[in-house]
């Protein structure tokens, strides 16, 4: 199984943003998720989370502009990002229980980090 995250890049501040998680092989059924970031000269944090029963968790700097959810036609996990600040400049991160085919086992799995830039 693989991750791959995407949809990062550079936005003004104010602007919008879509990240996506993806698993291959295409078999791959994605479980609970979360979204990290690594901005500059910080440790990874995590912001927001969608539990195996897609509720939704985030860290309070993002409540109200982010919306983490399911894509159930593309099979991916998303993350909406409006009104973005400087501060959520960094490099994004998914992680999810995901098992590569119905009836496999879940394990849990890191995508390659995406990078976002938010200029002012």
């Known amino acids: 199984v693989q991750l791959q995250a995407s949809g990062g890049g550079s936005v003004q501040a104010g602007g919008s943003l879509r990240l996506s998680c993806a698993a291959s092989?295409?078999?791959?059924?994605?479980?609970?998720t979360s979204w990290y970031r690594q901005s500059p000269g910080k440790s990874r944090e995590l912001v927001a989370r969608l539990n195996g029963w897609n509720i939704p968790e985030y860290v309070d700097s993002v409540k109200g502009r982010f919306t983490i959810s399911r894509d159930t036609a593309k099979k991916t996990v998303d993350l909406q990002m409006n009104f973005v600040n400087a501060e959520d400049t960094g490099v994004y991160y998914c992680?999810?229980?995901?098992?590569?085919?119905?009836?496999?086992?879940?394990?849990?799995?890191w995508g390659q980090g995406t990078l976002v830039t938010v200029s002012s």
């Open positions: 092989p295409r078999t791959s059924i994605i479980g609970a």
């Open positions: 992680y999810a229980n995901v098992k590569p085919r119905p009836g496999g086992r879940f394990d849990d799995y």
